[in-house]
């Protein structure tokens, strides 16, 4: 079983910066790639950045994001890994549920599945 943990949510100014965490635990073969995704009221779920697994990480980021967040992520522990999204210079339009993903294989041979964070909310408003 996979739990994930987010944190880090909150109201914040225009132009201000918020920092989510979110750790995923559990006995698993692996964890594949894990990321942030958002959903604004009325709105898909869009992604907003991943990152994935292994000694050189690939990363991707929706065009709205880039140069303003950070995906990074911690997998030193085989039982938990943690990612991190640092989201600066936020604006109105980054109000939002946000979720933490991770893409897991429960054990060798078994197909992996995503397994989703509960959310946090983040509010960009003056």
């Known amino acids: 079983q996979v739990q994930l943990v987010e944190s880090g949510g909150g109201l914040v100014r225009p132009g201000g910066s918020l920092r989510l965490s979110c750790a995923a635990s559990?006995?698993?073969?692996?964890?594949?790639?894990m990321g942030w995704y958002r959903q604004a009221p009325g709105k898909q779920r869009e992604l907003v950045a991943v990152?994935?697994?292994?000694?050189?990480?690939?990363?991707?980021?929706?065009d709205s994001v880039k140069g303003r967040f950070t995906i990074s992520r911690d997998n030193t522990n085989s039982t938990m890994n943690t990612v991190t999204l640092q989201m600066n210079s936020l604006r109105p339009e980054d109000t939002a549920v946000y979720y933490c993903?991770?893409?897991?294989?429960?054990?060798?041979?078994?197909?992996?599945?995503?397994?989703w964070g509960q959310g946090t909310q983040v509010t960009v408003s003056s």
């Open positions: 993903k991770t893409n897991a294989r429960p054990r060798f041979g078994v197909p992996a599945d995503d397994y």
């Open positions: 559990g006995r698993v073969f692996s964890f594949n790639d």
């Open positions: 990152v994935s697994s292994g000694s050189r990480p690939r990363f991707n980021y929706a």
